[in-house]
């Protein structure tokens, strides 16, 4: 005689319960691997779209200290050069000497 078998041991024994064990967890696995898929697809392309919006910030600032460096550097116009005055200076000698000043002058 076969010995009685308790309850939980016996869908292990089922061919058709145990096939249909592994196909759930052949269908858990899959859908496991595609939801980590699409996440980290997606995580990839919030990584991809911040690269790409810092790398054209970056060229953006670069482009705008070039044509400020660019404007800096210009030499100036021909009408805005300054014009010299050059003069000529002739010492005189004082025809009067001047009168001393202070508690004992005349001023």
Known sequence: MNPR?????APARHPIARSLALAVLAVALVGAA???AVVFAVLLGLFAVGYF?????AWW??????RR???????PSPAAKPEFI???????EAAV???PRGPGGTA
Do not use: D, K, N, W
């Open 53 to 57: 919006v810092s790398l054209a910030h």
């Open 61 to 66: 600032r670069l482009f705008r200290v070039r």
């Open 86 to 92: 050059e003069g000529e200076y002739e010492v005189v």
């Open 69 to 75: 460096v660019a404007a800096i550097e210009q030499p």
């Open 5 to 9: 078998v308790s309850t939980a041991e």
């Open 97 to 99: 000497e001047a009168a």
């Open 34 to 36: 595609i939801m980590g």
